[in-house]
């Protein structure tokens, strides 16, 4: 899991433009989540997965880009919050409603869409070296994706 995490870092900060910490831990959410985006006190982005969330690759791949979308386009409008505090818990801004989260939701999934096309495309590429789909995918938006 090192080699994934550290492409996960790096694509990233590919695809945001700034570093993101990646933390498998479980997000402290006012909804169930099986990922959560925040903003750190010091402006900065964290991405928590949930450890426990046993699913195939290509879905932990459809959470990654989902939540990197939300970096992308509403890391600007996130409240911060102490991420070191184990019970912070992130929540939707207080004037967010039904109808502006489920917006929010549809356009992380449309800019993650639009990534994993673009990964699903060409992954094999990298798979020949590599073995494993998850980290072929990332190599392929690390290496051959151009914004």
């Known amino acids: 899991m090192n080699e994934a995490l550290e492409l996960m870092h790096a694509v990233a900060r ?9 933390r498998f831990k479980e997000p ?6 099986n990922a959560a985006t925040c903003k750190g006190l010091d402006g ?3 991405i ?15 959470l990654f880009t989902h939540e990197l979308a939300h970096v992308v386009l509403h890391l600007g409008i996130m409240t911060p919050v102490n991420v070191t505090i184990a019970s912070a818990v992130y ?13 929010r939701e549809a356009e992380a999934e449309a800019l993650a869409d639009k990534w994993r096309k673009f990964a699903m495309y060409g992954w094999e590429n990298h798979y020949r070296v590599h ?3 998850f980290i072929s995918m990332l190599k392929a938006l690390l290496y051959d994706y151009n914004k």
């Open 28 to 33: 402290q959410t006012s909804r169930p989540a």
């Open 44 to 46: 900065a982005a964290v």
């Open 48 to 62: 928590d997965i949930d450890p426990y969330w046993n699913r195939p690759d290509d879905e932990l791949f459809r």
């Open 14 to 22: 590919k695809l945001t433009g700034q570093a993101v910490t990646i």
């Open 91 to 103: 929540h939707a801004p207080s004037k967010s409603t039904d109808a502006v989260t489920r917006s």
């Open 131 to 133: 073995r494993s789909r």
